[in-house]
Nanobody
């Protein structure tokens, strides 16, 4: 059984930074070719891909966060991170960690097999 647990969310002022962490258990990421993604869902909106990274550290981030957010992984520690800088009010959402066993760098929700419960990020003054 694979479990993903997010942490690091909270309240931050516009222009501030947060680092989200995703701890994976039940499988050692370094032994897989999984892709790991961060999604977010704002109130009244659909869940959308933020960034994704594959097993060879090829990463993709959606245009609205490029240059501000960075995804990284430490497969030996079974961790995935999302460094968020220059945060804006529109970044307010619940952020989810997800795993794709096929290893594709996909923006589609259906491609992901495992999901965490989410962590709330609020950007407000």
């Amino acid at each position: 059984q694979v479990h993903l647990v997010e942490s690091g969310g909270g309240l931050v002022q516009p222009g501030g930074s947060l680092r989200l962490s995703c701890a994976a258990s039940g499988r050692t990421l370094s032994t897989t070719t999984w892709a790991m993604g961060w999604f977010r869902q704002a109130p009244g909106k659909e869940r959308e891909l933020v960034c994704v990274i594959n097993w060879s550290d090829v990463a993709y981030c959606t245009d609205s966060v490029k240059g501000r957010f960075t995804i990284s992984r430490d497969s030996a520690e079974n961790m995935v991170y999302l460094q968020m800088n220059s945060l804006k009010a529109e970044d307010t959402a619940v952020y989810y960690c997800a795993a794709d066993r096929d290893g594709s760098v996909s923006r589609h929700i259906v491609a992901y097999d495992y999901w965490g419960q989410g962590t709330q990020v609020n950007v407000s003054s």
